[in-house]
């Protein structure tokens, strides 16, 4: 059983910045994805990054590479994700997932393991 915990969601004027954390505990493993999903009110989840234990370049939904950026500290099962000149559109709850592989993928299926999610609010 894994168990993931968001933190650092909260409220921020577009073109703010905010960092978000998901620690992952439970059982021992070594090879895991990471990723982070979002899902807006009325919309269906949307893939934002993620990032393999095993190495390698991460991947990023449309759009958001070069304003977002995921990183792994694997010492600490714990994944970032830093969000720069935010807009409102980025608003909702982000989501961290887990899966014990080493491939990456966009997919939410993909994943075994889910956080509760932390809400992220782009005022204008």
């Known amino acids: 059983q894994v168990q993931l915990v968001e933190s650092g969601g909260g409220l921020v004027q577009a073109g703010g910045s905010l960092r978000l954390s998901c620690v992952a505990s439970g059982r021992t493993f070594n090879t895991y994805v990471m990723a982070w999903f979002r899902q807006a009110p009325g919309n269906q989840r949307e893939f934002v990054a993620a990032?393999?234990?095993?190495?390698?370049?991460?991947i990023y939904g449309a759009s958001l590479e070069g304003r977002f950026s995921i990183s792994l500290d694997s010492a600490k099962n714990t994944v970032y994700l830093d969000m720069n000149n935010l807009k409102p559109e980025d608003t909702g709850v982000y989501s961290c997932?887990?899966?014990?592989?080493?491939?990456?993928?966009?997919?939410?299926?993909?994943?075994?393991?889910w956080g509760q999610g932390t809400q992220v609010t782009v005022s204008s």
């Open positions: 990032i393999s234990r095993s190495g390698g370049s991460p």
């Open positions: 997932a887990l899966r014990l592989a080493s491939v990456l993928h966009r997919t939410p299926r993909s994943y075994t393991s």
